[in-house]
């Protein structure tokens, strides 16, 4: 079943036992949303580099999505065993190489050619996932840098340094919660081995602001573009806290929460670049921050998009709603949602396999070896983009024999038309069909 090369954007790769890339996926490789003249991610992307001119960022947009496990994860700082390093997480088209979880994947590549101050990525990500109106196994990241060489600024003063380029930063009059201190002994350590106590602090406050004044400028573009077409909209101020964080390649680590209908979201994670990348680079006198932000989430939020799926559509009803944004961002304008089509709810339950001592691997699912990715993806690989959500509505374990039960609730609804029963009926049962060939369950 799975071929033994595979050609993604012009390069061929071997696979192995690992390749678990299905064909819906492989397919988005050359799509490129985040490229695409007046698509809503693009516009996103150009927003935000709004905020991170030239020539200080250089900007790179066309990062192949295939890359290695160095790369990926060895290049960061991710250990051995690291849960995002599974296959039930991530897409491998062999043991070293997989479609990247993240744009962080080409922090290192960056950070040895330093030819600029810093720089902004924009890509296509891949991961496992859950299959709701917010999750998609394809995404769009940017992730941004900005870095200063001891050997470069005057009398190697890099906190001086630092303050002068955050004193010509704009300001800003959003309300700003931070409650923590800039870093924590241990849960949130400042690099003591490289970074004076000054030094970190500088960088932190660079970054903190810097990241504020590109969610003023996401935010103010949002609801300008909001009160253009309802004149009831209530401007709502713009709240924003920091929260402490980890992530293998920076300390201390934060994310920024944007409070938005009543609850925190979080937007996006960053933090002081960990030495160990610059020294691996080959340019230990380099120091600096990074971040790392979701384009499709925000492109929702500020386009009051309320399905991931809509992006993927090449439907002019979506599409044709953001002409000449592109070439000029003050046209931009909420998504005007078309007529939603009914939902089609259908159960499917069955029987995980019985965990037997012999544990012979007959490649289907006992309760040990189960993750819900796994069907979470067997149901999009078949119904594609006609399913909106899975849930699992109930799951139990056997009082006598011990085997566990999962119902999953499946709603099939195209944003195209209305499905008629037989059609749902008919991807139901190819993915019933599918669940027991695939994960050896047995149906109730
Ligand atoms: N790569 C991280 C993620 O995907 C985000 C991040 C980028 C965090 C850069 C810190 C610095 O979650």
Known sequence: ETPSTITINGKTYPTDAWFN??????????????????????????????????????????????????????????????????????????????????????????????????????????????????????????????????TKVPNGDIAAAVY?????????????????????????????AHHSPAEAEAIAAHLKRSLELMVVEIFTRAKAAAAKQDPNYVDEPLRVRWVEAYFPFTSPSWEMEVYYAGDWLEVLGCGVSKQELFINAGVPSQL??????????????????????????????FLGQFAGVSDNLDLLKRFVPFSKY??????????????????????????????????????????????????LTDQFTHPKTGRRSMCYRINYRSLEKTLTNAEANELHGRVIAALVDRLGVEIR
């Open 21 to 150: 890339v299905p064909s819906n996926v492989l397919a988005s490789t050359n799509r490129r949303l985040h490229l695409q003249k007046d698509h809503p991610v693009s516009i996103t992307r150009q927003i935000l580099e709004s905020v991170f001119p030239r020539p200080t960022f250089r900007y790179h947009n066309d990062f192949d999505p295939v890359v290695s496990t160095y790369e990926n994860f060895d290049s960061l700082g991710f250990p051995p065993d690291h849960p995002g390093r599974s296959r039930s997480d991530t897409y491998y088209i062999n043991r070293e190489t997989l479609l990247r979880t993240h744009t962080s994947a080409h922090e290192a590549a960056l950070f040895s050619a330093s030819a600029s101050d810093g720089y902004l990525i924009s890509a296509d990500v891949y991961r496992r996932d859950e299959v709701d109106r917010s999750h998609y196994p394809v995404f769009h990241q940017m992730e941004g840098a900005r870095v200063w060489d001891r």
């Open 342 to 391: 009914p939902a089609c709810y259908k159960d499917v339950s069955f029987w995980l396999r019985a965990t037997s001592a012999a544990g012979g691997n007959t490649g289907t699912a006992n309760a040990h070896d189960f993750h819900e990715n796994d069907v979470m993806e067997i149901i999009r690989n078949i119904a594609g983009d006609v399913v909106e959500d899975v849930r």
């Open 288 to 317: 600096g921050w990074a971040f790392g932000i979701g384009l499709d989430r925000i492109a929702m939020l500020l386009f009051q998009i309320p399905d991931i799926r809509l992006f993927w559509s090449r439907d002019e009803r």
């Open 164 to 192: 002068a380029d955050l004193a010509r930063l704009p300001t800003h009059n959003v309300k700003v919660e931070d409650p923590n201190p800039p870093s924590h002994p241990e849960r949130n350590p400042l690099q003591s």
